[in-house]
């Protein structure tokens, strides 16, 4: 399986947009890969065949699927002729947060890493829901690149979104990070992000923001919607993912450096957050050029 890096293809703006075409007789086949982005699929002709998340489907004119971050996923075009629509990009790249995380990366990854639908099929036949037709104006948009096009691609991107949290596709569509709560853990969640090899305890963390522990506790779960364990768990997982690829250190030596106390722990964490193993993320990672 590919772990796909994913490329822009609009100056100044995070976001892949392509067609996927196949003409009679001629089938393109993306073999199982997954990657950061979400991804959206908009069938405009022919049949689009995916699997994903255990699941497979045929895609139809004007149905949508929506492909959440890190879930592994193929597609197949179906004779005699398909065109497709390709989305990817990170919603974090196009979800403001407060002023005083946005130099945080791992805590704007994090409280935007929470989806709980890895899959979602929208139907053609829905009148409650444009998500097909911003996808496809912002595909026409890129092809024109008339003045400011990029612009343009951001607010039809935003739309498309504003339809994934209606759905409750991507988790707490109704909630935005508050500023006011943030503050409260921002000493914590600095000190987790310098120091996450060490062995970090509650008390240190309520000691470092001059709160108790079970206020602690209370304001992250508040400000995040998760625990602290949780949090110092992802930073050293993604830690842990660039060392997998860029060195060739065992599994152990890379759990030990980033924090974790047993090599079975660091499994099965990794997995949780990366659907995968770490020797299955090694061995996948690849770089499309």
């Known amino acids: 399986m590919q ?3 994913v490329k822009s293809t609009v100056p100044n ?3 892949h947009i392509a067609r996927s075409i196949s003409e009679e007789g001629i089938t393109n086949e993306c073999p199982l890969h997954f990657h950061d982005e979400i991804e959206l699929l908009a069938v405009q002709r022919g ?4 699997e994903a998340a255990g699941q497979q489907h045929t895609l139809m004119p004007g149905q949508v699927a929506f492909i959440h971050s890190r879930v592994p996923h193929r597609t197949v075009s179906c004779l005699p002729a398909e065109e497709t629509v390709i989305l990817q990009f990170r919603t974090e790249d196009f979800t403001e947060l407060p002023a005083s995380s946005k130099s945080l990366r791992h805590l704007t990854r994090f409280l935007h890493n929470g989806g709980d639908v890895p899959l979602f099929i929208f139907e053609s036949d829905r009148p409650d829901c444009d998500i097909y037709r911003y996808i496809v104006q912002a595909s026409l948009e890129q092809r024109a690149k008339r003045p400011s096009y990029d ?6 991107i935003c739309l498309i979104l504003g339809c994934l949290y209606r759905e409750h596709i991507l988790a707490d569509a109704d909630i935005r990070p508050d500023s ?4 409260h853990i921002l000493p914590a969640v600095e000190f987790i992000d310098e120091h996450y090899p060490d062995h970090i305890t509650l008390s240190h963390l309520a000691e470092r923001c001059a709160v108790s522990e079970a206020y602690l506790c209370r304001q992250f779960k508040r400000a995040t919607g998760s625990t602290f364990i949780e949090y110092l768990n992802y930073v050293r997982i993604s830690h842990a993912e660039r060392l997998l690829y860029r060195t060739d250190r065992s599994v152990l030596d ?3 450096d980033v924090g974790f106390s047993s090599v079975s722990y660091f499994n ?3 997995k949780r957050f990366r659907n995968c193993t770490p020797n299955d993320f090694r061995k996948a990672f690849y770089l499309r050029e």
């Open 13 to 15: 703006l995070p976001v």
């Open 151 to 156: 612009l343009c691609l951001r607010g039809w």
């Open 254 to 256: 890379i759990a030990m």
């Open 268 to 270: 099965r964490i990794f």
């Open 3 to 5: 772990n796909e890096l």
């Open 180 to 183: 006011r709560l943030l503050s």
């Open 47 to 50: 049949a689009k065949y995916l």
